[in-house]
Every structure is written in C-alpha cells, then in structure tokens.
C-alpha cells in the first residue's frame, strides 16, 4: 500500500512542477504564483568550490517576488525564450505531516532572437508541496544551481 500510496503522490505532483515550470517559460509569473502557498519562499543556491561552502544568490518570499516580477521591466532582459525541462525524480514525505519534498533535476535552455540555443543552466529543484485538504501548492523552492555563471540580464525565477 505504500508504494501505491507514493505512487499517486508522485502523480499529484507532476502537474504542479510541470506546470510552474510552463508558467515561467511564458513569463507569466501570476500563473506562476498561482502554484505557490502563501507563505512561500523561494532561493537560489549554488555551491563555490572556492569558498568550499553554499552561497545564496538570490531569496524572497512571495511579496518579495512580486515587488521583482513588477520590477522587471527596469532591468536589462536576457533576449529570447527560456524552456526548462523538468524531470520529478523523486517524492518523498517531509517531517511536516502533509508535506513533501520533491527533487527534480532542471536543465535550461535560451533560444535567442536568431533561434540559436544553448544551455543556459542545470540543477535541481528541492520543493515543499503542500498536499493538506486537498491543496497541492508549492511551499517552498529552492534552486540548487549547478551552473555559475548564467551571463548578464536574468532576473526571473530559473
């Protein structure tokens, strides 16, 4: 029964990560929130073999994305189209009843004006999913970068 059980969480899941990761290559970032809880919290993480520790690039809790989605318009933009592709790896239960962590390995791509593309990024996502009363939302992101230098003019959730 349990592996049935993880089975349908899996299910569950997959249109919430896959569908938040849609929202985001259209740039329709109310959509994209409509996926998350409030509270949420989103970071970006990426390791420095340098510093030999994680360094936190950017983090903000839904009113703190907004304040950026609203704010894009002053910033230099990436031109072209940003997909993920997005693969759920694995479902399981947090330490909070009800919630659970979902990792999925990301890879980005930007394809520019010309329709060149290249890889821009690849990481993981580590998710909170909320699954109480019925409501499956995101909680909590956090972006584990394994790309360090992701160039100039990107300012949007990757």
């Known amino acids: 029964m349990n592996d049935l059980k993880r089975l349908l ?3 569950a ?12 290559d259209d740039g329709d970032f109310a959509r994209f ?6 509270p949420f ?3 970006i993480r ?6 030999k520790k994680d360094m936190t690039w950017l983090e903000h809790d839904r009113e ?3 304040e950026l989605f609203k704010s894009l318009p002053e910033h230099l933009q990436r031109q072209g189209r940003l997909h993920r592709q997005v693969t759920v790896a694995t479902v399981e239960p947090s330490n909070v009843d009800g919630f659970l962590v979902v ?3 990301f890879v980005v791509h930007h394809t520019n004006l010309e329709g060149q593309t290249h890889t821009l990024a690849v990481g993981r996502y580590i998710d909170i999913v909320n699954m109480i009363d019925e409501k499956i939302v995101l909680t909590a992101r956090d972006v584990m970068l394994d790309t360090r ?4 003019g990107l300012h949007v959730p990757i």
Not at 33 to 38: I, R, S
């Open 13 to 24: 899941v997959r249109p919430l990560i896959g569908g938040a990761g849609l929202a985001l």
């Open 149 to 152: 230098d992701l160039g100039i």
């Open 103 to 105: 990792t999925s390995p």
């Open 41 to 43: 919290n989103y970071r």
């Open 9 to 11: 969480e899996r299910e």
């Open 33 to 38: 929130l409509g996926y998350c809880d409030d």
């Open 46 to 51: 990426v390791w420095s073999p340098d510093l």
């Open 64 to 66: 703190g994305l907004i």
